[in-house]
């Protein structure tokens, strides 16, 4: 089982619409948790970094992280044509150096 | 702001041969990781640099290594390339993972053919 799961997808959805995007994973000492946002042929880009439980608010974005779970959530409102992309969750521990990433979502999104 | 710099941006290369690729981090930021992404396996870690010292490395054989400059630029090196090495090669910088996170390049995308 890897330490962190998350659904491939595609996820297709209209433009305006809010987008659920989640993973769970499996070692409770990961701390530090972030979403990023890759485009076909780029680099990932860090759109929201949360550190342990809580949420995050940054615009159209939201992060929400619940530990006694393991399961964190990035929901995106108003959705955009420009929103379309693959969706990397990460994680690392207080003592950790290397960022365990899910394989990622894929999202489209339609005019 | 400069954000993280990977040279080249495309590389193809035949199976034995050896490739070095370049890292140059946001100015300012100590630590650099590197990782492998391929579409089976996803993003999977390689090693982090901090201050010209490996921390840690990833479950990857001996023919991956790399180094850290003073200015804190890396380099990662394969060796004897096969075929499976093909992928996309990204780093990532960090300041002060408590509030910035990682920053990751655009990649190098190397073709072993």
């Known amino acids: 089982q890897k330490e962190v799961e998350q659904d491939p997808g595609p996820l297709s959805v209209p433009e305006g619409a809010i987008v659920s995007l989640n993973c769970t994973y499996s070692?409770?000492?990961?701390?530090?948790f972030m979403w990023y946002r890759q485009y076909s042929r780029k680099g990932p880009e860090l759109l929201m970094y949360?550190?342990?439980?809580g949420n995050k608010e940054d615009g159209r974005f939201t992060a929400q992280v619940d530990k006694s779970s393991k399961y964190i959530s990035l929901f995106i409102r108003d959705s955009q044509p420009s929103d379309s992309a693959t969706y990397l969750c990460?994680?690392?521990?207080?003592?950790?150096?290397?960022?365990?990433f899910g394989k990622g979502t894929s999202l489209l999104v339609t005019p | 702001k400069a954000g993280v710099t990977q040279t080249p941006r495309y590389l193809i290369k035949t199976r034995g041969q050896q490739v070095t690729l370049s890292c140059s981090p946001i100015?300012?930021?100590?630590?650099v990781s590197w990782y492998q992404q391929t579409p089976g396996q996803g993003l999977q870690f390689l090693f982090e640099?901090?201050?010209?010292?490996?921390?840690n490395k990833g479950n990857f054989p001996g023919r991956f290594s790399g180094r850290q400059f003073s200015n804190s630029r890396s380099e990662m090196n394969v060796s004897t390339l096969e075929l499976g090495d093909s992928a996309l090669y990204l780093c990532?910088?960090?300041?002060?993972?408590?509030?910035?996170?990682?920053?990751f390049g655009s990649g190098t995308r190397l073709t072993v053919v």
């Open positions: 990532a910088s960090s300041l002060n993972r408590e509030v910035n996170g990682y920053t």
């Open positions: 070692n409770s000492a990961f701390q530090y």
């Open positions: 949360t550190y342990s439980s």
């Open positions: 990460a994680m690392i521990s207080n003592s950790g150096y290397a960022l365990n």
């Open positions: 100015s300012g930021h100590r630590s």
């Open positions: 640099y901090f201050s010209e010292t490996q921390r």
